[in-house]
């Protein structure tokens, strides 16, 4: 089995949509009461531990508070300067009661508590107080979301420590419902066409303000659909659609071990909802036939995820496939016996 937590948008999505919606609350008090940072980076969420935190806000009386979407105590907890704590239970049976006891919380503590009251980035949205609908909050499924983080946090910090110019922090877009890191190249950007739902053109302008390459993970949130990884440039150079093969890239680059690049195209099958047994008999064709195993893909045209233009790849049904019998027996051994990624890779270098 993969290291990788697994993560399932029948069981999961109504748990996401939650979520999603409740860090929106948490990323529109920063937009109501901080001063505008450049990209927008003031308002996104920072992953941590538990789950994922705004950046401290000023209050009166020269405190500042912090507000955590805490996935392990399953409530946004609040914590102020002045030692004092409370939180909400995430479970609160509907968008609108969690709504109205977070800015009970926030009053009681004599902190902001105003904020633009309906959903960004996402179309037909209905008002936080009057989404009455009842919501469902599942304990397994938000500490699957939140392993998932924490297991992609490592790989998203490399990537982002690898580059010496302008980029951003490791952060979670609460818009859009994306964990997400972007490089800049220092260059001015045509102006964006805006037209983003839900989202003022002004800021989608300034946050595109400037030539950028992006790179993350969609969890889904309030849209039913398969998580995915995903990457785009802005404006997007010729030819960077067609470098979208992570594995190629990796081995191309030659900056870390081929086994590392392995493992990577295997997870990469995995996040994108590849099952494990399909994942898995393409990792073993990978390790025995290299670069000579080759599978087709179907470039998607770009699809509008929020405040981003995602464009995605699809496996196709195989055309050419070197020693087809071997790799359906390995399918066969795989769907018997479900051998973890150490039993395939030495399966795959032993003699056959």
Same mark, same amino acid.
């Given at each position: 089995?993969?290291?990788?937590?697994?993560?399932?948008?029948?069981?999961?999505?109504?748990?996401?949509?939650?979520?999603?919606?409740?860090?929106?609350?948490?990323?529109?008090?920063?937009?109501?009461?901080?001063?505008?940072?450049?990209?927008?980076?003031?308002?996104?969420?920072?992953?941590?531990?538990?789950?994922?935190?705004?950046?401290?806000?000023?209050?009166?009386?020269?405190?500042?508070?912090?507000?955590?979407?805490?996935?392990?105590?399953?409530?946004?907890?609040?914590?102020?300067?002045?030692?004092?704590?409370?939180?909400?239970?995430?479970?609160?049976?509907?968008?609108?009661?969690?709504?109205?006891?977070?800015?009970?919380?926030?009053?009681?503590?004599?902190?902001?508590?105003?904020?633009?009251?309906?959903?960004?980035?996402?179309?037909? =949205?209905? &008002? @936080?107080?009057?989404?009455? *609908?009842?919501?469902?909050? +599942?304990?397994?499924? %938000? #500490?699957?979301?939140?392993?998932?983080?924490?297991?992609?946090?490592?790989?998203?910090?490399?990537?982002?420590?690898?580059?010496?110019?302008?980029?951003?922090?490791?952060?979670?877009?609460?818009?859009?419902?994306?964990?997400?890191?972007?490089?800049?190249?220092?260059?001015?950007?045509?102006?964006?066409?805006?037209?983003?739902?839900?989202?003022?053109?002004?800021?989608?302008?300034?946050?595109?303000?400037?030539?950028?390459?992006?790179?993350?993970?969609?969890?889904?949130?309030?849209?039913? =659909?398969? &998580? @995915?990884?995903?990457?785009? *440039?802005?404006?997007?150079? +010729?030819?960077?659609? %067609? #470098?979208?093969?992570?594995?190629?890239?990796?081995?191309?680059?030659?900056?870390?071990?081929?086994?590392?690049?392995?493992?990577?195209?295997?997870?990469?099958?995995?996040?994108?909802?590849?099952?494990?047994?399909?994942?898995?008999?393409?990792?073993?064709?990978?390790?025995?036939?290299?670069?000579?195993?080759?599978?087709?893909?179907?470039?998607?045209?770009?699809?509008?995820?929020?405040?981003?233009?995602?464009?995605?790849?699809?496996?196709?049904?195989?055309?050419?496939?070197?020693?087809?019998?071997?790799?359906?027996?390995?399918?066969?051994?795989?769907?018997?016996?479900?051998?973890?990624?150490?039993?395939?890779?030495?399966?795959?270098?032993?003699?056959?």
């Amino acid at each position: 089995m993969s290291d990788w937590p697994e993560l399932n948008v029948e069981r999961d999505h109504q748990t996401f949509a939650l979520l999603h919606l409740a860090a929106q609350m948490l990323g529109k008090i920063r937009v109501a009461h901080a001063p505008w940072m450049n990209h927008g980076w003031h308002v996104a969420l920072q992953p941590n531990a538990r789950g994922l935190s705004a950046l401290p806000t000023a209050a009166s009386g020269g405190r500042t508070f912090t507000l955590t979407l805490d996935l392990c105590r399953h409530a946004i907890v609040l914590w102020v300067s002045d030692g004092s704590r409370e939180e909400v239970p995430l479970n609160a049976g509907s968008v609108a009661a969690l709504h109205r006891r977070l800015i009970d919380m926030l009053e009681r503590n004599d902190l902001p508590a105003t904020f633009n009251g309906r959903p960004n980035e996402l179309p037909d =949205a209905v &008002p @936080f107080a009057e989404d009455t *609908a009842p919501r469902d909050y +599942d304990r397994d499924s %938000a #500490a699957a979301f939140r392993e998932t983080l924490a297991a992609m946090l490592p790989a998203f910090a490399r990537f982002r420590a690898g580059f010496a110019g302008k980029a951003s922090p490791v952060q979670f877009w609460w818009g859009s419902f994306d964990l997400a890191v972007t490089r800049y190249s220092g260059r001015p950007a045509p102006e964006h066409p805006g037209g983003m739902p839900g989202l003022p053109d002004r800021i989608t302008r300034e946050c595109y303000s400037h030539e950028e390459s992006s790179a993350g993970f969609w969890a889904g949130g309030a849209v039913a =659909a398969e &998580p @995915f990884f995903y990457s785009y *440039a802005y404006p997007e150079p +010729d030819g960077f659609r %067609a #470098a979208s093969v992570l594995h190629d890239v990796a081995y191309s680059m030659q900056n870390r071990p081929p086994q590392e690049c392995d493992r990577m195209f295997y997870n990469a099958m995995r996040c994108s909802g590849v099952s494990a047994v399909e994942a898995k008999t393409m990792y073993y064709a990978l390790l025995r036939f290299g670069r000579h195993w080759d599978f087709a893909v179907k470039r998607a045209k770009p699809v509008k995820i929020g405040r981003k233009m995602v464009a995605r790849a699809t496996t196709e049904p195989q055309v050419t496939v070197a020693a087809q019998q071997e790799i359906q027996g390995a399918r066969d051994w795989i769907q018997r016996s479900e051998p973890s990624i150490e039993q395939i890779e030495q399966r795959a270098s032993g003699p056959q």
